[in-house]
């Protein structure tokens, strides 16, 4: 069974610019999560889908990213513009079951972003 | 909201059993008590999952005291493949509140 799948592994783009990473889930997850990963630290969520719900989006700054995860399957996260303190992995995970089961999350591989 | 405090850096040798301990001192009755391990380059990866006593699978064990306050994951004979970084976080049985991931604690095998 294929893993979380995540595109691009790698971005570098200048500040300012725009930017987006492709995200699919384990198929049958009905839960799709985004987090960020800074150097040394362990991963901040960003936003949690179930379904096509975006049920936590607190931590997200939604002055510059964006979110969408249409028909409950693929999800992409947008930063717009990108600033230097963006640079970071951008890890997506995806868990299927409610309580406790959503806790086994499985990680994709991250997309490696480098603004300069 | 259950703060979880483990060390921040082991060393160990191959072969050796690997013992990483996590205070949660504040742990809440429903709370569930799960591990993840995140090798360089790789999103992390759930290891094992318990609210009390033990819990083992093929690849570690988890203990429990009775008191919850802390949990304890152990990795027996661990090679240099498992150096990688371990961590301890507490989640309520609804699901609800997401989990919240902290530094973790960095384990080095050594040959």
């Known amino acids: 069974e294929a893993g979380v799948v995540q595109s691009p592994r790698y971005k570098i783009i200048e500040k300012k610019q725009p930017v987006a990473f492709w995200c699919n889930p384990i198929?049958?997850?009905?839960?799709l999560y985004w987090y960020l990963q800074n150097l040394g630290q362990g991963p901040e969520l960003l936003i949690r889908y179930e379904n096509e719900e975006a049920v936590d989006d607190s931590q997200l700054p939604k002055d510059r990213f964006s979110a969408e995860r249409l028909k409950g399957v693929d999800s992409t996260l947008k930063i717009q513009p990108a600033e230097l303190g963006d640079s970071a992995v951008y890890l997506c995970a995806s868990s299927f079951g409610r309580g406790v089961r959503s806790y086994e999350q499985y990680f994709g591989p991250g997309t490696r972003l480098t603004v300069t | 909201l259950a703060k979880t405090t483990q060390p921040i850096s082991m060393d160990s040798y191959e072969g050796q059993e690997v013992n990483i301990t996590c205070s949660h001192n504040n742990i809440a009755t429903n709370d569930y008590i799960t591990w993840y391990q995140q090798f360089p380059s790789q999103g992390p990866r759930f290891i094992i999952q318990?609210?009390?006593t033990k819990v083992t699978n093929e690849v570690a064990s988890l203990f429990i005291p009775a008191d919850r306050k802390s949990s304890t994951l152990s990795l027996p004979r661990v090679s240099l493949s498992d150096t990688a970084v371990y961590y301890c976080?507490?989640?309520?049985?609804?699901?609800?509140?997401?989990?919240?991931f902290g530094s973790g604690t960095r384990l080095q095998v050594q040959p």
């Open positions: 976080l507490v989640g309520e049985e609804t699901g609800r509140r997401a989990l919240t």
């Open positions: 198929s049958g997850h009905n839960t």
């Open positions: 318990g609210y009390k």
